[in-house]
Structures are given as C-alpha cells and as structure tokens.
C-alpha cells in the first residue's frame, strides 16, 4: 500500500478497539472486526483506500 492510499484508523471516528482476543479492531461504519486494522482489511479486499474514513474532531 503505498502512502497515498492509507488510511489511519486510529484517526477515524468510526474505528473502536473491542473485547476480543481474536478481533481487537473494529469499524463502526462497514460494522466489521478484524485482527489488523480495517482500513487494511478494506485495502486488501477491494484495492481502494476506505472510503468511509471521517477524521475525528478534536
């Protein structure tokens, strides 16, 4: 993934860390959780940056 297309989910207001073990990572927005970050998982699958990405306010 090359640096224009990241995404940083630690920056996105729908990402959330869960209770999980096995899926501590998750997205609020395309309401999934996964081992690694979403923003990864979406990449992966689809070959585009998350689009749901919304930075949060401060």
Same mark, same amino acid.
């Given at each position: 993934? *090359?640096? *224009?297309?990241? @995404?940083?989910?630690?920056?996105?207001? &729908? &990402?959330?860390?869960?209770?999980?073990?096995?899926?501590?990572?998750?997205? @609020?927005?395309?309401?999934? !959780?996964? @081992?690694?970050?979403? %923003?990864?998982?979406?990449?992966? %699958? %689809?070959? !585009?940056?998350?689009?749901?990405? =919304?930075?949060?306010? =401060?």
């Amino acid at each position: 993934m *090359d640096e *224009d297309n990241k @995404r940083n989910c630690y920056k996105c207001q &729908f &990402f959330y860390v869960t209770w999980e073990p096995a899926h501590p990572n998750g997205c @609020r927005a395309l309401g999934f !959780k996964s @081992r690694q970050l979403p %923003s990864i998982t979406v990449f992966q %699958s %689809s070959g !585009k940056p998350c689009e749901y990405f =919304k930075e949060k306010k =401060k």
